[in-house]
């Protein structure tokens, strides 16, 4: 049974952190490219960033460069999203996908993801 668990979303003041962790099991993890798409209240699903299987960051979205980076433990079959000085306009919740094509993670695709997780809420406010 394939699972991707999402973790570490909440309640953060603007300029705040927070550290994303998706757990994956039941498929090949080291075989698949990841990423964390959010979708927000009204808003379509914005890709935020994702990496390869090797670990090379293949997309960060360009409001978030500088503040959010992405890493993968293949070890552990997890990823986090480390999201640093959080702004409001961050609000939305925050999803993990996996695909065996990481031509999938790019902004223009609209296609699902192989899987994805039932998404984790973080909400930017003062």
């Known amino acids: 049974q394939v699972q991707l668990e999402e973790s570490g979303g909440g309640l953060v003041q603007p300029g705040g952190s927070l550290r994303l962790s998706c757990t994956a099991s039941g498929f090949n993890f080291n075989s698949y490219a990841m990423g964390w798409f959010r979708q927000a209240p009204g808003k379509g699903r914005e890709l935020v960033a994702s990496?390869?299987?090797?670990?090379?960051?293949?997309y960060i979205n360009e409001p978030m460069k500088g503040r959010f980076t992405i890493h993968r433990d293949n070890t552990k079959n997890t990823i986090h999203l480390q999201m640093n000085d959080l702004k409001p306009e961050d609000t939305a919740v925050y999803y993990c996908?996996?695909?065996?094509?990481?031509?999938?993670?790019?902004?223009?695709?609209?296609?699902?993801?192989?899987?994805r997780g039932q998404g984790t809420q973080v909400t930017v406010s003062a």
């Open positions: 996908a996996a695909d065996r094509q990481f031509l999938k993670f790019r902004p223009t695709n609209t296609e699902d993801y192989d899987y």
């Open positions: 990496i390869n299987w090797r670990g090379s960051t293949l």
